[in-house]
């Protein structure tokens, strides 16, 4: 066991680090387990990194190599990876379940496939302990995809914002997560788009379906820089300020017919679910009606000069910061 720790340490460090190069944050997941070495906003102490308010391993994760290399030499964590800042969609087909006519689902997926019309184009594959499997997609520009559970088909969950997966190298005591597929991300099939954010079906925080209307790139800039300042800022800050403002702000494009409502609405829900802080969601929410609503009713004149220049403009939103990703204080 001592001589096989740090082997298995470094192996997972050279994972979290090729992860971190494609791009995609991560973060310590306890070792031999599929939970974050972190606590839940309702068990926070407000302490150290949570000093101005509850942090979370979404917030956190991070691609720098300096952080994770020194973070995976003090223990072989298992990792994850987290698909909204990453920009991925991760559909997660577990195994069937026990019991007569049950679908794995890997296999429901296919089905729903040939029923939908739709193509299941390879991708990044990383295979479960259990015979499940995870696809990882680039989720569609300025269009926020939410995790969802049963949604697509009982056995299918999947991981957008809000939500993680566990990466390829991280082990368990019933087996491993490895890599199936190593080719790059591609996008997520239109129809699986679709499928992700139909209603009629509520996923289990009955609060995760989301609009599909893809906003142009100067309205999805834009979304992402207000989302990003709303998301960012820390807890008793100015964070109602930052949101009516920001909501505002995107009111005016929704009133200006270059921003579908839902999308900005989504958008805003998710850069307030990512505070972390589930006590005031009722009151959040609420801002964001509010201020929807006043912006849509002051519609923002929009000139081929301004859409040029904000949209050129790259703003990834929650991209990590190294100021505030203190990993190896602790
Ligand atoms: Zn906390």
């Not at 309205?219 to 009516?244: D, F, I, M």
């Not at 989504?266 to 959040?284: C, F, H, M, T």
Request: with cysteine; proline share 8%; net charge positive.
């Amino acid at each position: 066991m001592d001589t096989v720790a740090p082997l298995v340490g470094a192996a997972l460090g050279r994972w979290a680090l090729e992860l971190a190069g494609r791009g995609w944050p991560v973060y310590p997941l306890r070792p031999g387990a599929k939970f974050p070495d972190w606590h839940r906003g309702d068990h926070c102490p407000g302490t150290g990194r949570c000093r101005g308010g509850h942090r979370t391993p979404e917030q956190m994760a991070t691609t720098d190599p300096e952080l994770i290399t020194a973070a995976w030499g003090r223990a072989p964590w298992n990792i994850a990876v987290f698909p909204g800042p990453a920009g991925l969609l991760i559909i997660d087909c577990d195994p069937a379940k026990p019991g007569p006519g049950t679908m794995d689902g890997w296999t429901a997926l296919q089905a729903l496939a040939e029923q939908r019309g739709g193509p299941l184009p390879d991708t990044f594959t990383v295979t479960t302990p259990r015979g499940g499997r995870h696809l990882y997609y680039r989720a569609p520009a300025g269009c926020a995809l939410r995790s969802t559970q049963g949604h697509l088909a009982a056995a299918i969950d999947t991981r957008g914002w809000g939500g993680y997966a566990v990466a390829p190298g991280s082990v368990r005591a019933d087996g491993a997560y490895e890599l199936l597929d190593d080719t790059d991300p591609v996008e997520l099939p239109g129809w699986l788009v679709q499928a992700n954010v139909d209603h009629g079906v509520t996923a289990v925080s009955g609060r995760t379906d989301t609009a599909v209307a893809v906003p142009g790139a100067f309205a999805a800039a834009a979304v992402r820089e207000e989302c990003r300042k709303v998301a960012s800022t820390p807890y008793k800050q100015g964070r109602n300020k930052a949101l009516s403002r920001a909501a505002y702000a995107l009111g005016q494009l929704v009133g200006a017919d270059v921003l579908a409502e839902d999308v900005a609405r989504a958008e805003l829900r998710a850069a307030v679910d990512s505070w972390g802080d589930a006590a005031s969601i009722p009151k959040d929410y609420a801002v964001i009606e509010t201020s929807l609503s006043a912006g849509r009713h002051n519609p923002r004149r929009i000139t081929p000069h301004s859409t040029r220049t904000t949209g050129t403009r790259r703003h990834r939103a929650a991209s990590p910061r190294k100021d505030t990703v203190a990993w190896t204080s602790d």
